[in-house]
């Protein structure tokens, strides 16, 4: 079965940076496009960054572009979000999505001094 496991999440002072990495199992992980989402107490989910299956293209929405950076490793299935330069606004449960409707448990990104 598809499992997607978030981990590098936590506590880190405004401008610090964190690596999230989501470990992937149960289908081709090289196959698929995957994509970071976030979601904020009392706010929508939404995108943050998405990666075709090759790793060859990236997508992000203004309110992280220049500042988070999704990669991947076909090798290992793992993908990895890398942000710097976080802010309060950056608070906020992370995700891993598979494009086929399958997300992981999210891993909690707390930014604050």
């Known amino acids: 079965q598809v499992q997607l496991v978030e981990s590098g999440g936590g506590l880190v002072q405004p401008g610090g940076s964190l690596r999230l990495s989501c470990a992937a199992s149960?289908?081709?992980?090289?196959?698929?496009?995957m994509s970071w989402y976030r979601q904020a107490p009392g706010k929508q989910r939404e995108l943050v960054a998405t990666i075709t299956n090759a790793g060859g293209s990236t997508n992000y929405p203004d309110s992280v572009k220049g500042r988070f950076t999704i990669s991947r490793d076909n090798t290992n299935n793992t993908v990895y979000l890398q942000m710097n330069g976080l802010g309060p606004d950056d608070t906020a449960v992370y995700y891993c999505?598979?494009?086929?409707?399958?997300w992981g448990r999210g891993t909690q990104v707390t930014v604050s001094s």
């Open positions: 149960g289908f081709i992980f090289s196959m698929y496009a």
């Open positions: 999505h598979l494009h086929l409707g399958y």
